[in-house]
């Protein structure tokens, strides 16, 4: 009788604020992270620009924020919290990176923060890139506004109110 081999299943999360950042023609929206770690696990965070100014220069405080949680339900409740209303989860990794997306959030609070080219939606890309997520994740320069990206995010979408 053969070993079954059981894969392992990962997570990864984009939280989206749709109706937030006004620009012309509607709003840009704003978008914070979340992934399952390897010991079960969660991690969330994102890159609120508390300050509200379109550049903030290192090593200004940018916002940017990181939290481990028990459960994928603490992580959830947090970015409720924050007034996330959406999120998109991936279920396709088989195996992922935790330790380098800690390390990639954390280096968020040191990158500064640009509205045009440094901002939440980067932020946010850089973490699932480096955590290995197995989505293809939409052009940051074609998709620039969070919520248009989102929406181009090839991933299974949750409003707030379902979790």
């Not at 006004?22 to 399952?36: C, D, N």
């Not at 999120?87 to 195996?95: A, E, N, Q």
Request: hydrophobic letters at 35%; aromatic letters at 12%.
């Amino acid at each position: 009788m053969a070993d079954e081999v059981q894969a392992l299943e990962y997570e990864a999360f984009v939280f989206l604020r749709r109706n937030t950042v006004p620009v012309p023609g509607g709003y840009a929206g704003h978008a914070g992270w979340g992934f399952q770690a390897e010991d079960g696990g969660y991690y969330g965070g994102g890159t609120e620009n508390t300050s509200g100014e379109p550049v903030v220069v290192p090593p200004s405080d940018n916002g940017a924020w990181i939290s481990r949680f028990d459960s994928s339900e603490e992580l959830f409740a947090a970015m409720r919290g924050l007034d996330y209303g959406e999120y998109k989860i991936s279920r396709h990794r088989l195996d992922c990176d935790s330790d380098a997306a800690v390390a990639q959030g954390e280096a968020n609070r040191d990158r500064g923060y640009d509205f045009a080219g440094n901002n939440c939606l980067h932020h946010t890309a850089f973490v699932l890139e480096a955590y290995g997520v197995g989505i293809a994740l939409p052009s940051l320069s074609d998709h620039p506004y969070p919520s248009d990206w989102f929406d181009r995010l090839d991933a299974d979408i949750w409003t707030a109110d379902s979790v």
